[in-house]
């Protein structure tokens, strides 16, 4: 199959996330498909391909099925599935190969009561704790002329760029930047009874998502970690408070069907769709 016919039948085994999976290779046992590539193929061109539907791939390979039999190079999350990359050992039967194949992660019962917030959020999300982002705070803050909330700070650190469950936008700073100085400039009505920032008491977008619906802190108190969340919809309508920190309101709304702003998607798994590099071979 070509490039676009690949893509189409990754797209059609990852949404939705679920249905048996069954591999056509013989010998390979169930939870899985593979899907054979044309060694014609340009390689890297397939990967950025797949990198920009899905985000940048894991750094760290997870478990993946036939291990014995290929060498595995890459591999994204999507949902509850892995599409994972690779190539059949050398042999008359070496060629490159695209598997997606189940993928689990703990449900939030099953976390320690003593984990952070962000700690619950790597959990449930599978994200390779190793992928750590350097940010100089200092510089940051100073243009933004505030300090921020120290568990938003280590969630950067921790994820970089990108969407939680494919569907919420965490900003970085400097988004968040631009954000502030065009709300500023289109004043206080659509946010009331709170200004934007960086009026005292002002909003700071923080995240947001397709469906316009936009996350904020309340700039109320001189130590950031005390910033509620305030959370809006499409309109001038008044928001919703939550007196919590990023990393738990986040945690919350992927995990919590009763949120009032949970993801709306019903996957099996949650993931981090990663913005933060490419996924070209050399």
């Not at 909330?149 to 469950?165: I, M």
Request: one cysteine or more.
């Amino acid at each position: 199959m070509d490039a676009d016919q690949l893509l189409a039948t990754v797209a059609g085994l990852v949404w939705p996330d679920f249905g048996e999976l069954t591999c056509d290779e013989p010998g390979h046992p169930a939870g899985h498909v593979c899907l054979p590539v044309s060694a014609s193929m340009p390689v890297n061109h397939l990967v950025e391909t797949i990198d920009d539907r899905y985000g940048s791939p894991h750094s760290h390979l997870p478990s993946l099925p036939c291990d014995e039999e290929i060498d595995w190079l890459c591999a994204w999350a999507f949902g509850g599935r892995w599409i994972a990359f690779g190539h059949f050992r050398s042999g008359v039967d070496a060629r490159p190969v695209v598997t997606v194949t189940e993928r689990s992660t703990p449900s939030p019962d099953q976390l320690p009561a003593e984990a952070s917030w962000l700690d619950r959020l790597v959990a449930i999300t599978g994200w390779a704790p190793g992928q750590a982002h350097e940010v100089d705070w200092a510089a940051v803050e100073s243009r933004l002329g505030t300090r921020l909330p120290t568990d938003y700070k280590r969630l950067v650190e921790t994820f970089g760029e990108g969407q939680f469950d494919g569907f919420l936008d965490v900003y970085l700073p400097e988004t968040m930047r631009q954000f502030a100085a065009c709300e500023a400039a289109l004043g206080q009505q659509p946010w009331e009874p709170h200004p934007p920032f960086p009026a005292p008491d002002g909003l700071l977008a923080w995240a947001g998502n397709e469906h316009e619906q936009a996350f904020y802190w309340i700039t109320e108190s001189p130590d950031p970690d005390q910033w509620p969340i305030y959370a809006t919809g499409v309109g001038p309508e008044e928001g919703h408070r939550f007196d919590c920190s990023t990393t738990e309101f986040l945690f919350r709304q992927l995990t919590d069907r009763r949120h009032p702003f949970s993801i709306p998607a019903d996957f099996h798994a949650h993931w981090f769709l990663s913005y933060n590099g490419s996924g070209e071979l050399s």
